[in-house]
């Protein structure tokens, strides 16, 4: 069975540019889930879907972040002015339903914003 | 809302030695708990985790954990660590009400010497 995919692995791009990440999670996954880890802590919840809707959002800066799942699928995260403080791992997972049912966890894309 | 303690950042031991990672969680309500691993250059990846019934778990590589309400943990523990448990370690939680949040402590890097 494949994994949840993620790409690119990483990206280095100056402050106030934009960037967006991908992410194809397991097949039949209905929820998707969006972390962000900062060097030295643990995964922080961005963002949750549920099929194309969005469950929980209530961590995600929505000044610069934006997400999206269209066809309840794919998802793409995109940060919109970058800004130095937003270099980490952006982590996606994906489970087969809400709430306990145990998270896969893609490899992550290391951003590096200068 | 709920929130996780991992009192070590980093855990030196020797092979073949015995291994405890404490893990102390805050919530108001009931809970679930997860103990993830991330092995190096891999993604998250469940180790285990309490639901309900035994408070007692265990993994397939011979840890286990051990849920104590009374005293708000879940702490890890393997009697003879191997070269290859090396990772770091993640203790999460669910409180058993509202958004389902999965929130990670801040991990412990277990550093097994030969």
């Known amino acids: 069975e494949a994994g949840v995919a993620q790409s690119p692995r990483y990206k280095i791009i100056e402050k106030r540019q934009s960037v967006a990440f991908w992410c194809n999670p397991i097949s039949g996954h209905a929820t998707l889930y969006w972390y962000q880890q900062i060097l030295g802590q643990g995964p922080k919840l961005l963002i949750q879907?549920?099929?194309?809707?969005?469950?929980?959002d209530s961590q995600l800066p929505k000044d610069r972040f934006s997400a999206e799942r269209l066809k309840g699928v794919d998802s793409t995260l995109k940060i919109q002015p970058a800004k130095l403080e937003d270099s980490a791992v952006y982590l996606c997972?994906?489970?087969?339903?809400?709430?306990?049912?145990?998270?896969?966890f893609g490899p992550g894309t290391r951003l590096t914003v200068l | 809302a709920q929130s996780v303690t991992q009192l070590d950042s980093q855990v030196p031991v020797f092979e073949e030695a015995p291994v405890e990672l404490r893990c102390n969680y805050s919530s108001s309500v009931s809970v679930y708990l997860f103990w993830y691993v991330q092995y190096p250059n891999q993604g998250l990846q469940l180790l285990l985790k309490y639901l309900s019934g035994s408070t007692l778990v265990e993994s397939i590589n011979g840890f286990e954990a051990e849920f104590n309400k009374s005293q708000t943990s879940f702490h890890l523990r393997k009697p003879s660590v191997h070269i290859s448990d090396t990772a770091e370690y993640f203790c999460?939680?669910?409180?058993?009400?509202?958004?389902?949040?999965?929130?990670f402590g801040k991990g412990t890097k277990l550093s097994v010497i030969p």
């Open positions: 999460a939680v669910v409180a058993g009400a509202g958004s389902y949040q999965l929130t």
């Open positions: 997972a994906s489970s087969l339903g809400p709430g306990i049912d145990t998270q896969y």
């Open positions: 879907f549920q099929n194309n809707g969005v469950v929980d």
